[in-house]
């Protein structure tokens, strides 16, 4: 790294990192040949195996290079192969990374843990968890895919980057899924058969959905939150594609006593969030070619679900056990960002 | 004191790739078929890259022998054109892709 290798202090190493366009403005470790190195050797792998081309620079995401922005970030060994995981997640086409990282939408890739690894790597799950929750592993992890995209994938703010407001979870935006969820890990939900898992989705911050005027009645609490998954402007209203909306243990738990495992609960949402066509398209505007053929997209009062199936509706729990509450993540519609789910090794 | 040893780069390699530019054309002499490739969401909340396709359609036929054009939508702007869209194009002296802003 040639110059770099001048810093002859902890300081003259946070300035270069700044002047050299290393970091987003946030202070960063150095990734110092050490610290890399323990990191690669707790994975396992070959410092050399190649994840593939970080869009849109094309940087090669080796596991060194991975280990490097994980190293800034503060990375420990334990941390890194969910790290390496969500990397090779966020690379398979459906996710469409180089799009969710230019698009002048706020979506940026959420990091979701669950499983095991949750509790025994002391993630946190309860208060604050979109902003960290004051856990080493949440803020950690995220950062490093921040990083990563920044360096080896050259996503800086401008060019190429066109997102017209920016997302605050682009500077880390890793949660952890509650182990009190009273329904299988989500990673199982979506046919990854293992203990612990990753699953990245590129989404939208958290809108609170507070349960104001709502009974216990599960229909009415869900119809709290379909409603705000189906505002007019937001992208899957218009265009479908997926959306994520996250449920404090407590309220999961609620709707589980009233019979609703997590299908019901994506099969009730998909059935009440919905929009009149008349009241999304002006006078004029033709309906979308994206709508499947089962929309009936000449009828003003047709009403269109915000996904076109169910199990695009990615239903997490995690949060405080205060208050039951809600919220919905929404996704990118229907350009990509598609979620991904990835096992972990056991003994990550 | 150096507190700070040697680094690893975080930025990694630039992986190059083998796709190489299409075969230059050496001259506009006709008969030409021409593509056009529509990149926006929806012409009636925008400024109309089809209407602007048409313009340039126009413009070719007036000024080079073009006798035929392929026009096409990509269905979802954010990804890459796929390879039935890229297909439709193979007869085309050039193709024009955009959206209009």
Known sequence: MGAFTEAGSLEEWVELAHTEGLTDGLPVYPPTRGAVDALVEASGRDPGQLLGAIPPRGGAATVEVVGANAAMAGCKPEHFEMVLTAVEAMLEDRFNLRGVVTTTHPCWPLVIVSGSVVERLDMAHTESVFSGGGAHANAAIGRAIKLLLWNAGGATPGEPVKEVFGHPGRYAFCVAESPASPWPPLHQARDVDADSGITVFACESPTSVAMWGADDTPVNRLAQLADAMAIKGCNNTHTMGETLVVLTPNEARHLAENGYDRAAVQQQLWQQARRRIGDLLSPGVPPYAWWPDWVDAGNPDELVPVTERPEDIHVMVTGAESIPWMAVCAGWGNLGGYAVSRALPDES | ?101
Not at chain 2, 20 to 38: C, D, E, M, N, Y
Not at chain 2, 66 to 87: C, F
Not at chain 2, 90 to 100: F, S, T
């Open chain 2, 1 to 101: 004191m150096k507190l700070v040893g040697e680094l690893v780069d975080p930025r990694g390699q630039v992986v190059v790739s083998d796709a190489s530019l299409a075969p230059r054309r050496g001259h506009t002499q006709g008969p030409l078929t021409i593509g056009f490739l529509v990149n926006e969401y929806n012409p009636s909340s925008g400024p109309d890259f089809t209407r602007y396709t048409e313009v340039l359609e126009q413009e070719f036929r007036h000024r080079l022998d073009v006798t035929a054009v392929v026009r096409q939508h990509k269905p979802v702007l954010s990804r890459p054109a796929g390879d039935d869209i890229l297909a439709s194009f193979r007869a085309c002296a050039g193709v024009v892709n955009g959206l209009a802003k």
